[in-house]
């Protein structure tokens, strides 16, 4: 199963969401064990494993992490997860933070990340003192306070200001992908996620934005509508895999996000002048 977040928290669980408009905050639990899913994040998130672990496969690299763990994903990810339960037991905080959180960050404690090389996938093993932060900000995630997302947030700068003090590597390599990515957002989370999206509607509800700030954000990454961005992504995501793979037309079809194969099709030669197997067997 395919999960996309934060979305589904936000559509299927809202009550259990702490949130403002940069950042979301939720403790989740389970009792199930070797569970296997796939993530898909729309926004970049920070994991405090506080009971059991989970193993994680993110491409080719692979990471276990225990309790008190803290693990970080950028937006755009595909993970696969399974949790290894201690005594059926898991439990996680899961902090959510867009791009506007991450450069108010950058700006208020004067990090630069210029010298550090990108990297979307880290973690971090648990030292007493980053497990003192990982209990206060569960203390306060529990409790019912008028300013907890305030509270939240700057419990959140902590224990960044923590990792980029005593690992400044490994958290500036992550933070220098969030920066490299920042300024097309839109189009990096919805072309991590082509085969999602059938609409304007869906490209709007995967990057949570309105119909206005979609369009601003594709117009000045590509001087297309959404609408004609969306079609050019799906073919030249088709033609590639035309080319290089040998999976069935019908599955490039539904791959690149279209409903039918004869769409597919038609769509297909209006842009190449070639039906799909024509420009396979040319191209191969």
Excluded at 80 to 109: P, R, T
Excluded at 112 to 118: A, I, M, R, S, V
């Amino acid at each position: 199963m395919t999960y996309l977040v934060p979305n589904y928290f936000l559509e299927e669980q809202p009550n259990a969401v702490i949130s403002s408009d940069s950042l979301f905050t939720l403790a989740y639990s389970s009792r199930k064990s070797h569970s296997n899913f796939t993530i898909r994040n729309t926004t970049h998130v920070m994991i405090l494993l506080m009971e059991g672990s989970k193993k994680l496969t993110y491409k080719e690299e692979m990471v276990l992490l225990k309790k008190g763990d803290i693990l970080l994903l950028t937006q755009g990810n595909y993970i696969m997860s399974e949790i290894i339960s201690d005594e059926g037991k898991y439990e996680a905080l899961m902090v959510y933070f867009n791009d506007d959180f991450i450069m108010k960050f950058l700006q208020k404690y004067a990090i630069k990340t210029n010298n550090f090389e990108p990297k979307a996938f880290v973690s971090f093993r648990a030292d007493r003192l980053l497990k003192l932060l990982m209990d206060s900000f569960s203390l306060y995630i529990n409790q019912d306070l008028d300013r907890k997302n305030e509270i939240l947030q700057l419990k959140t700068q902590e224990l960044f200001l923590h990792l980029m003090s005593e690992h400044p590597k490994r958290f500036g390599s992550f933070l220098k992908a969030i920066s490299d990515s920042s300024p097309h957002r839109v189009a990096y989370i919805l072309e991590s996620n082509l085969d999602m999206i059938e609409s304007v509607e869906d490209m709007c509800r995967i990057a949570r934005v309105s119909k206005n700030e979609l369009r601003k954000a594709i117009e000045e990454y590509a001087s297309l509508s959404p609408k004609a961005w969306l079609d050019s992504k799906r073919l030249q995501e088709a033609s590639l895999l035309l080319r290089t793979t040998d999976e069935t037309i019908a599955s490039i079809a539904t791959t690149c996000g279209y409903s039918t194969l004869s769409w597919f099709g038609v769509q297909f030669k209006k842009a190449y002048g070639v039906s799909p197997k024509v420009y396979r067997e040319k191209n191969r």
